[in-house]
């Protein structure tokens, strides 16, 4: 999917990449709203419930159809987690009887300045995990009904300079990385080499001792012998 307003192109990969995680400060790159809307007519909205998800990290992967949103939430908000199960859960024991009732999840990524939007909806599936440092919650979506929005005042020339700032930032920090684990493998090797090279002497050493006293022994055979 790409994203063309005007001349400048976003490839949606690239938002979904600067919507994930979390922060060089700990904080999560994006804000998320879940929700559960009556479509009344193309212009009417009745907002049935929403919930704003306090502190969640955000995690977005897709292949082909499939969108899978990974919500972890600290356990200081474990209210918006059981309330976010309850509205899921909410959603698909309505579905049928309310036909015209949507859920939807909201994605705003810092990164993005805030002017780009993904509003992910046609939930599928949902799961609960509880982890040591918090819960989660997975959620599968329909990609082909991912959408994506921008504010009107939206500056696109600025996005797609921040856009490629953020990247090549991360392709920075990943060169380090690299560049940080060769320097530590060498480093690793070169000890290992170090080792290598005292274990060699010391077993020349013993070796060496180990002859000098079979040729003792030897020697000393040569003076045992006795005339008849």
Do not use: W
Request: proline fraction near 1%.
């Amino acid at each position: 999917m790409v994203v063309i307003v005007s001349e400048y192109k976003l490839k949606f990969e690239n938002i979904v990449k600067l919507s994930n995680g979390m922060d060089e400060s700990d904080l999560p790159c994006s804000t998320a709203t879940l929700a559960i809307d009556e479509i009344i007519s193309n212009d009417k909205v009745n907002n049935i419930t929403s919930l704003f998800l306090k502190d969640a990290e955000i995690n977005m992967f897709f292949s082909g159809g499939c969108m899978v949103v990974q919500v972890d939430f600290p356990f200081t908000s474990n209210y918006e987690y059981y309330r976010s199960l309850d509205i899921c859960k909410q959603y698909f024991d309505e579905i049928t009887k309310y036909e015209n009732n949507y859920l939807t999840l909201t994605v705003v990524p810092y990164k993005l300045l805030g002017e780009i939007v993904v509003l992910l909806c046609d939930l599928v599936y949902f799961t609960e995990i509880k982890k040591d440092n918090g819960f989660r919650l997975l959620m599968c979506f329909n990609n082909e009904s991912t959408q994506v929005y921008n504010t009107d005042e939206i500056d696109y020339q600025d996005i797609v300079k921040q856009v490629d700032e953020e990247l090549d930032e991360e392709e920075n920090k990943l060169v380090e990385e690299i560049n940080r684990v060769e320097q530590e493998t060498k480093e690793i090797e070169k000890e290992n080499n170090i080792y290598a090279q005292s274990v060699k002497e010391q077993y020349s050493n013993a070796q060496q001792i180990q002859n000098n006293k079979e040729e003792k022994i030897e020697k000393n055979s040569y003076f045992r012998h006795t005339e008849d």
